[in-house]
């Protein structure tokens, strides 16, 4: 297991290249609901952001959990490497935020993505890594 606070430099160096990442979430009747998705990793704030649109059922799943948030899991891998990501997840949608959040995605991805008036940030307060990375 990996300190999310102190990763190793080559796990780091996995979270910062450019891969699909997969979100778990449970849906309020418990079975796992999982989306392919962007993530950003801080490892000084011990943090993961998610960008996504309001509307969305990996969002409603993380509402429905209740104030305290919902515990998820952030994965990826490419080929024999792997990394998880976990913690509990919340909704975060100020502006300077969401504009951070959508910062850090194009550094990551090297691209911008579109405007979105609806776009929230799941923020998720990481307190645990795995990974062969």
């Given at each position: ?43 000084e ?27 998820v ?22 502006p ?20 979105n ?6 923020e ?10």
């Amino acid at each position: 297991m990996a300190d999310v606070r102190n990763p190793t430099p080559e796990y780091l160096a996995f979270w910062r290249e450019r891969h699909v990442c997969t979100l778990t979430t449970l849906r309020p009747d418990g079975t796992p609901h999982v989306v392919p998705v962007g993530v950003t990793y801080d490892p000084e704030a011990g943090v993961a952001r998610v960008i996504t649109g309001r509307g969305t059922r990996k969002v409603a799943n993380i509402l429905a959990a209740g104030p305290e948030g919902a515990r998820v899991a952030v994965c990826q891998m490419h080929k024999a490497r792997w990394a998880t990501l976990e913690g509990r997840a919340t909704i975060r949608t100020e502006p300077e935020v969401v504009a951070d959040a959508v910062s850090r995605y194009a550094e990551r991805y090297e691209r911008t993505p579109r405007q979105n008036p609806e776009r929230v940030v799941i923020e998720i307060a990481l307190d645990r890594a795995l990974g062969n990375a």
